[in-house]
């Protein structure tokens, strides 16, 4: 488990039950209010009571080109709040600059990530989705913070992968305040070994690559383009396929420590898993009980083995 505090998440107010919507209402997501308020500091935020729009207030959509849509009154076409969002949007980006991750409220002109509704002039939905104002301008400032809807973190691989990114985030803030040096690097690279070959295994080799041309000096120059690579690759999820070669790599660690017997059953329950007969919590904690008899310094190290806190039970989910 990389060594992080509570890490700061921004989230739609509406999200956490606040009674911030157009109509009065709210959209809480018991996921977010129940399960995981205590793992994160939550930080909500609604930009359309932020810029003076009221409670209740008219609805507005997304109006025009898709990629670079207005956001307009549904009643009163003529309210436009296109530049007070997006203005709102740089605002809180350079306020909020020690988040970690970031919940959208999907479908939201203002808070929506993708897919957002966008209307002709003549009030026919286009093909073609946009992305909420407000999101959009904060999104943009942060290129590499981790960022997801509230609908996508009920399937149980999106939400892991969010959290895998969401602790790497905040691993890589605590690393910047010790100061960015050349071994501090290769050690969190090192660390990472194993979740960056369940994400993207290609990526895991370009990176050390990158690092490998590294000088003396290089660490502030290198370091930040090393990190949004490996934002990127951490993207991508995991498969079962992917986590079944990892967890073959990581019992090749024991082999000559476990006895035949120990051996098949580590080698049956990877397969198990594979075929989506048990789900990945299985394999891996009978992996760290091999661990816990047999310690060894470079796998106890490694973040794939926990990469967020064990009581969010999301590996029983994938
Ligand atoms: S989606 Fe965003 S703008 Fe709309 S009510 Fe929720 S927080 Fe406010």
């Known amino acids: 488990m ?13 999200l956490m039950g606040a009674e911030v919507r157009y109509n009065g209402g709210h959209k809480e997501s018991r996921l977010c209010t129940h399960s995981l308020a205590e793992h994160f500091d939550f930080v909500p935020v609604c930009p359309e009571v932020a810029i003076g729009m009221g409670i209740p207030r008219q609805p507005i959509r997304l ?6 849509p207005q956001a307009l009154g549904t009643v009163d076409a003529s309210v436009n709040v296109t530049a007070p969002l ?34 002709r002039d003549n009030g026919a939905p286009q093909h073609e989705g946009g992305r909420g104002i407000y999101a959009e301008a904060f999104c943009a400032a942060h290129p590499d913070l981790p ?29 910047l305040r010790e100061g960015l040096s050349r071994r501090g690097l290769m050690q969190f ?23 490998g041309t590294m000088g003396r000096s290089d ?14 690759a951490l993207k991508r999820c995991a498969t079962r396929g992917t986590h079944s070669n990892v967890l073959q790599h990581l019992s090749g660690y024991f082999k000559r420590s476990l006895d035949d017997a120990d051996r098949q059953e580590m080698q049956h329950l990877i397969e198990q898993y594979r ?24 796998v106890s190290q490694q973040v794939y083995l926990q990469p967020h806190p064990e009581n969010l039970s999301l590996r029983n989910a994938i």
């Open 2 to 14: 990389p060594n992080v505090t509570k890490p700061r998440i921004g989230i739609s107010a509406c």
């Open 63 to 68: 109006v025009g080109d898709a990629q670079h």
């Open 86 to 119: 997006a203005a709102y949007g740089e605002q809180m980006a350079a306020e909020l600059d020690d988040l970690c991750g970031y919940i959208f409220m999907h479908k939201s002109p203002s808070c929506g990530l993708e897919r957002v509704k966008v209307y």
């Open 147 to 175: 960022v997801e809807e509230d609908g996508r973190l009920c399937d149980a691989v999106l939400r892991e992968n969010f959290m895998v990114r969401v602790y790497a985030y905040a691993d890589w803030q605590a690393l």
């Open 189 to 211: 690279h090192s660390r990472y070994k194993y979740q960056l070959m369940a994400n993207n295994p290609l990526q895991y080799k370009v990176l050390g690559k990158l690092l």
């Open 219 to 232: 660490a502030a120059e290198i370091g930040p383009r090393y990190f949004s690579e490996l934002m990127a």
């Open 275 to 298: 075929l989506g007969i048990v789900p990945l919590v299985v394999p891996l904690t009978l992996l760290k009980h091999h661990l816990r008899l047999h310690p060894d310094p470079y």
